[in-house]
């Protein structure tokens, strides 16, 4: 076996990690100080702290504020080199990656954490319409279409018209729609106050719709039930209990009835990223790749998934996909690579669950940590010292503490800028582009 | 006359203004005490802060930090209705505005202060290779361009081809392209130290090319003589004397001299907004409208033009196309309209100069207050404060202060982020957005 030369010839081994999110920058940080040549992929230049998106959707916070550079960020690392490409392909019997630029890059251990994408559940006209959450350019794309929503009410003429422009339709009960219903009602009811002559923002019409029987559903009982009450009293209605059976331009259907809604947000479905597909491995009906109990692809010990990427099930629940999951899994294939490099046996991953929080707005969320519950005030507090203590950067830290104490006494948004002009002038600016 | 019956009837006059930026600002806040309705249409949703767009092209800023939205803005004044729209067409004889919605503006007064674009002298086909920067989209193509340089020639495996990416042309000493080239060469040398391990982007050539024999030419020649020195301190290299003679995607010619660029930034030309052309009003040969000494257009008391749009002659020298004489004429034409309203005959606008002050990178600066010059550090404070002290909204100067000292402190850049993937994705999603 090539690894077993590599050790006698005490070569250095080299290590491609494909994605830079919480799994994959946790693997490279703790590999620093092995006899390793890491090469990290990312389609992106930079880190994003997911936690946080929302609010670069809703308009508190600007893009670069939850993202730092990858390069930045590993600077100090010097058996780290950062290549800024999409992995177009996965070649496991000749262990190369294939890069769009045509490039290609020799690994002995591999690890992919490109995490998860949105899935439709077989509905894929339905993205153009519902937009989902999961890259900076998604934030800003629902930002354009919430702030546009607004512009669009006011200018309508049709009162009908206006209605549909203030029907926000969140699709998904779990985190992230929570978080986005909450802001969003937030938005209409108090910061967009006196702006409008036309229309009163508060009567927006803000709509949670989640297909099971409650909210935050991997939370106990009694506080799904909280968050929904927190919810209502932000002025989000909620309902449960009915899957949308139609999306499209001009609204969705609900339980069988046709609702006329301009902005509809996916927070609904998650898939794994096509990566998974490319390993040629067994996938769980979500795509994510079955992984071993040390989390390498099964006949291939020197491959390793790690993040939204794996499937893994641990005393009989699966081990979620949330950012703690990712950077112990990250941490772990770091270990494990430096036991297969010493010779040995690569331990086995164990998932520690310290907890579960969620933010639903303005001093309102839920927290559990391991059976101490707690809501409202307290729960949101605890939700921002822990947000900003994991947000990368001293920089973003101060920036967006900064952010925060302004729209908490103001109850306004930092970054309510649509960028781009009228949607005509952004097809044209789209076409000019590709033929470019 | 219309006039006339409305002030008879005491009728409110409806004043259109288009364009949220100094000139159609200032105006609107200054018949905030009038018996006026106000529209105020722009194609954005915010005020842009101009003097400071360069900054977010080179990711010292975020854009919404220099961005305040207009219905925010205006939130307490009710005479003013703000519109989101695109102005297609300007019927002098109805005395209406013409939107891209369809819907038409009634006015008894017009406002049209649509700014600048770039002008590339007959070469259009420029544009494509020679991004200018004019709005926020401009600036984050820019900042774009620029950050995916260094990722370029980090990737490349032709020392050429390294080369090429790692030459940034700057077209155009002005202020703005002398502030593009001292801020990339402070990148270049400082911000990206080591980041990259197959080149060193310290290497980077950053070239300001001025067709005319010095850079600032709207200063006093000592000044710069100086900013070029402090320029070329900074690892800017100034070509003066002769101008580029042709752009495309391999880069650019300069006196005769093929040079491979992949970065070049167009800082050179600037002409009127076609709104001018829409007016069908004479203009001079940048297509900025002949104004009469009250900014009204010849023959139509009714319209008047403020900003960049307008061209007047005062003491024999053409007004500058500056923030300040934007913001004044603004002012002047909420009197002039005053005046009328009143019955009155419109004043005459005079524009007083209170200075000319240019930044060029770190401790680095002119300054020209009436005769008054200094330079370096002292310069650069001043213009620091001044740029904090005129920018909107507390928020604002906050977040822009905290960045600079931390930008000042670590020679980083806050806003490093590269906005979609790679260009094939970018791409694609272009054409499903045109499409869609």
Redo the contacts between chains.
Sequence with gaps: MSLDRDKRENRIARVVIIGGGFAGLWCTRALAKDRVAITLVD????HLFQPLLYQVAT?GL????I?A?L??VL??QPNV??????VTGIDRSARRVLL??G?ALDYDYLLVASGAAHAYFGHDAWA?HAPGLKT??DA?EIRRRI??AF?RA??A?DPAEADAWLHFAIVGGGPTGVELAGTLAEIARHT?R?????IDPARAKVRLIEAGSRVLSSFPESLSENARRQLERLGVEVATGNPVSMIDASGYVLAGQAVAAKTVLWAAGVAASRLGGLLAAPTDRAGRVLVDADLSVPGAPEIFVAGDLASLTQDGKPVPAVAPAAKQMGAHVARAIAARIRGESAPSFRYRDYGNLATIGRLAAVVDLRGLKFTGVMAWAFWLLAHVFFLIG???R??VL??WA?SYV?Y?R?????????E????K??????S?
Tied chains: 1, 2.
Excluded: K, Y
């Excluded at 389609?43 to 930079?46: A, K, L, P, S, T």
């Excluded at 600007?62 to 504020?65: E, M, R, T």
């Excluded at 080199?81 to 999409?86: C, G, K, N």
């Excluded at 005509?424 to 097809?427: E, I, Q």
């Design positions: 389609r992106c230049n930079h308009a600007s893009a670069p504020d993202a550079p390069r930045h600077r100090r080199s950062v290549q800024l490409a999409e769009d630029s490039a153009a900076l350019d800003l702030l546009t512009e006011e200018a003429t967009l006196r702006e409008f002559r036309r001293f920089r973003n101060m920036i900064t952010n302004w103001s306004q930092g970054a309510r800028v649509i960028f781009g002009a009228s005509p002038r952004r097809a600016q789209a076409a000019d582009e590709t470019g």
